[in-house]
């Protein structure tokens, strides 16, 4: 929270979406004195990907960002930044600090991508995107109610109809890899990625090539 507040554009709304935590995140939340702050509690806990539609439904700026509760935005002028790279363009990302334990690393992506591409890459990082309305509707980017891979699979949607995301060259934001394993969260990459070309109705070549070249760029991206 601390990463938005303070950054240097201040014409923002923030919106919080409390996916029925059982932390005392509510209380930290409430306890924060910003008249930009919109406060959602849902009822029951339903996932990211309805916790994301429903700040993109509350909604009204000309750009939409994300940020997961993991993670934090590095830079404080990031928004500023983004809201330059972006005109002319309806969707943007860039490079982010890999936080796992005692690992750190600079994830390198590239300076484009298709929707064909991106099948092949994850390097879309959801707390670096910045999509511009003034090219999109709500309805272009609203993800699908899918408990892992929402964000992906909202991605997908988008480059269909755009046909083209850019990336800043430059580590805008911060990835945080809770307590679970480095080989557990390898495990789970691997079954949402698989899930998402189903979810797209590739055909099982299809699936097999682009999942061949997604474990090549994961790991070419990390190098």
Known sequence: MNSVIHQTYKDIEIIVIDDKSTDNSLELIKDIKDERIILIELETNRGAGVARDKGIEAATGNYI???DSDDYWIQPEKLEKQISF???????????????????????????LTYNQLLKNSSIFTSTVMLNMKYLTKDDIYMPDMRRGQDY???????KKI????????VLSA????????SHNKLKAIKRTWNLYKHEHLPLFKRIECFIFYAFNAIKRRA
């Not at 005109?87 to 936080?99: E, H, P, V």
Request: glycine letters at 8%; a positive charge; aromatic letters at 16%.
């Open 65 to 67: 960002c994300f940020l």
């Open 86 to 112: 972006i005109q002319g363009k309806a969707f943007i990302y860039s490079k982010y600090l890999y936080l796992c334990e005692n690992k750190t690393h600079i994830a390198k992506v590239p300076k484009s």
């Open 163 to 170: 046909g083209t995301a850019y990336g800043m060259q430059e």
């Open 175 to 182: 990835y945080r890899v809770g307590h679970n394993s480095l």
């Open 153 to 159: 699979a909202a991605w997908y949607k988008i480059l």
